[in-house]
């Protein structure tokens, strides 16, 4: 049994984030709308036996932070910021392992398309 199987998982999908990332200057001046879901690999089994929300992730906490991480600081890759909005998941020591996918649904792309989304895992153990 791996890791992600061995535990509960948590989602929260489709966060609506307004960012000024890419490598395109239109695209730090202007911004877009970038969408992220979580999963976070986490023992909620303490939380269902004591009913207590100090006992699990606050995903309503969670959720401010991955926003204020998506809505600051710029970069131009969604490599980079979903490597960043893993490190706001593995912020609290319960969650093992965080799978975040960053969707950007109008990246420049000269086609029609519906979306470009990036999905990552990272565990606690991840030296990055």
Known sequence: MTDEQAVDQLSVLGIECFGHHGVFGFERREGQVFLVDLVLGLDTGPAAASDD???????GSLVASVKAAVEND???????LA?????VCLLDSRVEWARVT?????????ATFSDVALTITRTREDPT
């Open 102 to 110: 960053v969707h950007k649904p109008d990246a420049p792309i000269d």
């Open 83 to 87: 490597q960043r909005i893993a490190k």
């Open 74 to 80: 710029p970069v131009d890759l969604i490599e980079t």
């Open 53 to 59: 929300l100090h006992d699990t992730v606050d995903y």
